[in-house]
């Protein structure tokens, strides 16, 4: 398996480090996470990473611009979020979605999903 550098972005301390210690686990190396829009907004410009698990709603605001600036540079995303399409764009609704509250299983297998298209990403 390969060792990817993911992104995390979510502001429930307990979650985000839920979800940082299962990426570690799983032999990934977690950039954040961090909880804020700004802080996100900021990592974006000055780490490298393969792709990014978002929190749809976040201090500071709503991830849609963040999200979206990720896509356009083909960057894969997961969201965990509570909410269902109503708080999405269109574009955003076609992303997958860790829905909360989740099991370490249910992570575990959406992570494994988001490297897998990682990996693809980076074979094209």
Request: charged share 30%; with cysteine.
């Amino acid at each position: 398996m390969t060792r990817h550098k993911i992104l995390v972005v979510e502001d429930e301390p307990i979650l985000a480090f839920d979800i940082e210690t299962t990426l570690e686990d799983m032999g990934h190396e977690t950039v954040g996470p961090v909880g804020r829009l700004s802080e996100a907004a900021a990592l974006i410009d000055e780490k490298q990473f393969d792709c990014a698990i978002l929190d749809v709603n976040i201090l500071g605001g709503h991830i849609t611009s963040l999200a979206e600036s990720l896509l356009d540079r083909g960057v894969p995303i997961l969201l965990a979020t509570g909410y269902d399409n109503f708080a999405l764009s269109e574009r955003l609704m076609q992303l997958p979605r860790l829905h909360k509250p989740y099991s370490s299983e249910e992570l575990q297998t959406e992570v494994r999903r988001l490297c897998d298209r990682t990996e693809a990403r980076a074979a094209e």
